[in-house]
Every structure is written in C-alpha cells, then in structure tokens.
C-alpha cells in the first residue's frame, strides 16, 4: 500500500506535468507587453511552474529558475509593509477594498467617483500604500523583506527593468500627482513612484513566487523556520483581496474557473496561495488582453480543478 503522502505527490506531479503542456502550448495565445521597452525583450514562448509544498521539495518544469521582473506581484508585498507599519484602519482610510472592474492602470474611476483608490491591487492602491511607506522603510528593507518572504534570497534589482519603467512610467506618475493633489497622498510623488518602480523591477522566479505563495498559504509563517513573517490576521485581509482583486479585471472569471488566491504581473508571473498548503508560482510572458499570463492562467485552470483547489471546494 502507498503512503498518503507519497500518492499526494504523485498528484501533485500529474497535475504539474498535465498542466504545463497546457499552458506551454497557451503561450501562443498571447503577447509579450512592451509599454514598458524592457519588457519586450522576453522570449513570449518561455514557460516554467514550480509547486512548493510543506516538504521543502520544489516540483519544478520548464523555465522555473529563469529571472523576470516582479511587476505587480510585488503590490502584495506592499500591502503585507503597509499593514504592519500602519494597521489595518490606517491603510485602508488611504485604500479601498473594492474590485474595480478596469484596467490595472486605469486613471478614470479615481478621478470621477472616488478619491481613494479601489484596492491595493491596480497601479494607483499600491501607489497609495508605496507612499505609506516612505520614509519609514528604505529599498534595501524592502529587498531584504521581499527576499524573505519569497525564500530566495537571491532576489535583486534589475537596473535595465527599472530604468526602462523611470523613464516611461508616466501614468504612475500622474497617479502619484492626482493623489496627492487630492490630499490623499501624504508623501512626495516622486519619492513614492521611484519606490513602486524599484519595487516592480526585482528579478525572481516562478520558484520564488511558489515560496511567496507558501507563506501566504502558510498564515504568513515562514514554513521551514516557523518564523512569523506577516502577522495571520494580515494575511486574512490578504487573500481576501488576491481573490477579488488580484488578476486585474478577469478576477470575477478567475474566481469562479480557478479560485485560488493570486496575484500576476505584467512580467508574466503569476503566484498562487494555495489549500494544502501549497504555493504555486508560474512564469509565461505572453499575455492576455487584461494583461494576465495566458499560458500561466491556462495551466492554472487545469491545476486548480485536478488538484481541488478552489477555495469552494469541497
Ligand atoms: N510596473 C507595472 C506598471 O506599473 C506593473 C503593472 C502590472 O504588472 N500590471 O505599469
């Protein structure tokens, strides 16, 4: 007879084998994103997923070790600094918590029906909680944390990345200054978007986004050392967001297909806090049209179900 834990492993690797050559051969669906020139120079046919689970073993295919940037993933580690250096109601007088239902970078719902962003998770929430955080905390905090909750500690700032986002971000830029022309950013614009700019430029792996996805999954606890890393309550609110907000506006359709909290960036990565727990991180730089990876949603898709990783699962 099999183990229980070795037949989940085996599950664990027909789901990762199945879904992967689904998302590989998704990858032809999409489009590298080049508003920002750097970004165009990723290979669109590359793919990599890596599963991480409580044995400390990375089931990885593909391109899993191959660096890109973090782009909008990073807005979870945002959210996670501002939480613990402001709490929960100072945050979120700065912060909606509502679906926004545009584009990641859209500028109008602020403008027109709100002051305050919709939620963390599109251009102008994490440009609100990047300026909770100036001042406070350096880059190089941001770095050391950023690397400690992806345990990877390999993890740095890709110079081109973030120059190519200095000199064509001005939509973050006019963010910054609708904001704070609104009295709802305390911090300098400048200050504030050069820090969401560092931030989106560091490199890492889809292994690394399945070590990010394994602390969520894991109440924020560092699962090999037991270490706290953000406080549970932290990681409620979260996953709360990832799964409403988190894939831009496909987070209704992702919701219901895959149900999983996650987050993705314009990079091509995408990760994943699952049941079990389990991170999942993937890479493919071919994108949809809402800017999410296709080959990585497909993959997803299919994991999700083979695995029964929905949160309404049952
Ligand atoms: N750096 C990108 C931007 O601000 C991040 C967006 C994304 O990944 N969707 O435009």
Redo the contacts with the bound molecule.
């Keep these: 007879m099999q183990k229980p834990e070795q037949t989940r492993r085996e599950q664990l690797r027909l789901a990762l084998t199945q879904g992967y050559e689904i998302g590989r051969r998704a990858t032809a669906l999409g489009r590298v994103a080049d508003?920002?020139p750097e970004l165009a120079k990723a290979d669109p046919g590359a793919f990599g997923i890596s599963i991480l689970d409580l044995s400390g073993e990375a089931l990885s295919l593909g391109d899993a070790e191959v660096r890109f940037?973090m782009?909008?993933?990073s807005k979870v580690i945002l959210l996670a600094l501002a939480l613990q250096r402001r709490g929960e109601t100072e945050t979120f007088s700065h912060v909606m918590m509502e679906p926004s239902g545009d584009a990641?970078?859209s500028i109008l719902k602020l403008d027109t029906r709100s002051n305050l962003p919709f939620n963390p998770m599109i251009?102008a929430g994490a440009i609100e909680t990047t300026s909770l955080l100036v001042g406070d905390v350096t880059f190089a905090d941001l770095l050391a944390y950023t690397r400690r909750l992806c345990l990877d500690p390999d993890i740095s700032l890709d110079t081109a990345m973030y120059n190519s986002?200095f000199q064509t971000?001005h939509?973050?830029r006019a963010i910054g200054y609708l904001l704070k022309s609104k009295g709802v950013m305390e911090a300098d614009p400048e200050q504030t978007v050069d820090l969401?700019?560092r931030m989106?430029?560091l490199s890492v792996t889809a292994k690394s986004l399945a070590g990010l996805g394994l602390v969520l999954a894991n109440g924020g606890k560092d699962p090999f050392t037991g270490e706290s890393l953000i406080q549970s309550d932290h990681v409620r609110i979260i996953k709360s967001i990832l799964f409403t907000c988190g894939m831009?506006d496909y987070s209704g359709q992702y919701g219901v297909r895959v149900g999983v909290p996650s987050k993705?960036?314009?990079?091509g990565g995408i990760v994943c806090a699952a049941k079990g727990p389990l991170g999942i991180g993937l890479y493919g730089p071919a994108l949809d049209a809402f800017?999410n990876s296709c080959g990585a949603i497909h993959a997803m898709t299919h994991i999700s179900r083979a695995l029964r990783l929905h949160v309404f699962d049952y």
């Design positions: 508003y920002i940037s782009q909008s993933i990641f970078n251009n986002e971000g939509r973050n969401y700019f989106c430029s831009y993705s960036g314009v990079g800017g």
